[in-house]
């Protein structure tokens, strides 16, 4: 069964450190999201990609996030200089087309990231 | 701005001890209202979409019923490896990129 791929499981790194997190979404999925959980709390949307640009943000999104879809396979969410706040389970999720039967997004098993 | 409260929120019952989980939302012209389940470090895992009042879905144990202002995840006879977070997420029709608005979640634990 296809799923979405998320690497690495754990990403530990320094305050103000750059970190990359990346997806693989499912082959033939047309829209890509990311979305954050911090520990005991809910989910919470990042962004959303569709045809190689950003659709909507949140307010979580600033300046220093960023997405990229560099290749045909992979997408990535990368945070320019980490505060202790970005400590959080990032996941991505995907989706094959508009909603409808077809409206419904896969998560990732996620990355957590600590900032130390 | 979309909310969505969940109730309880967390639920113990006995083996085949039956309840349900309450979605309550407000939301600018629902596109879709979605039950995920999540087990401890993974992700959300897809369990049902629903799009329009009346609407009820099933799998197994589960029944997904939707009206204008809730939702209900009714689980009969559970087992112990039902245990897991419901996640309820709605949709808002308004926006162009889709975004799903989630709740706190239950935390639902089946003893056996």
């Known amino acids: 069964e296809p799923e979405v791929t998320q690497t690495p499981s754990h990403q530990v790194t320094q305050m103000g450190q750059e970190v990359i997190l990346r997806c693989v979404p499912i082959s033939n999925h047309l829209y890509f999201y990311w979305y954050r959980q911090i520990l005991g709390q809910k989910v919470e949307f990042l962004v959303s990609?569709?045809?190689?640009?950003?659709?909507?943000k949140s307010e979580i999104f600033d300046d220093q996030f960023s997405v990229e879809r560099p290749d045909g396979s992979n997408f990535t969410l990368k945070i320019r200089s980490t505060k202790l706040e970005d400590s959080a389970m990032y996941f991505c999720a995907s989706r094959a087309g508009p909603s409808g039967s077809t409206g419904i997004q896969y998560f990732g098993a996620g990355t957590r990231l600590s900032v130390l | 701005e979309d909310q969505v409260t969940q109730s309880p929120e967390a639920l113990r019952l006995q083996e085949g001890e039956s309840s349900s989980l309450n979605c309550s939302y407000t939301v600018s012209g629902l596109r879709g209202l979605f039950w995920y389940r999540q087990d401890p470090g993974k992700g959300p895992e897809f369990l049902f979409t629903?799009?329009?009042a009346g609407e009820e879905k099933e799998k197994e144990r589960l029944k997904a019923t939707l009206t204008k202002k809730e939702s209900f995840l009714h689980i009969t006879a559970p087992k112990p490896e039902d245990s897991a977070t419901y996640l309820c997420a709605v949709q808002p029709g308004e926006t162009s990129g889709s975004r799903l608005t989630f709740g706190e979640g239950t935390q639902l634990t089946v003893n056996p």
């Open positions: 990609f569709y045809n190689n640009e950003i659709s909507e």
């Open positions: 629903l799009y329009s």
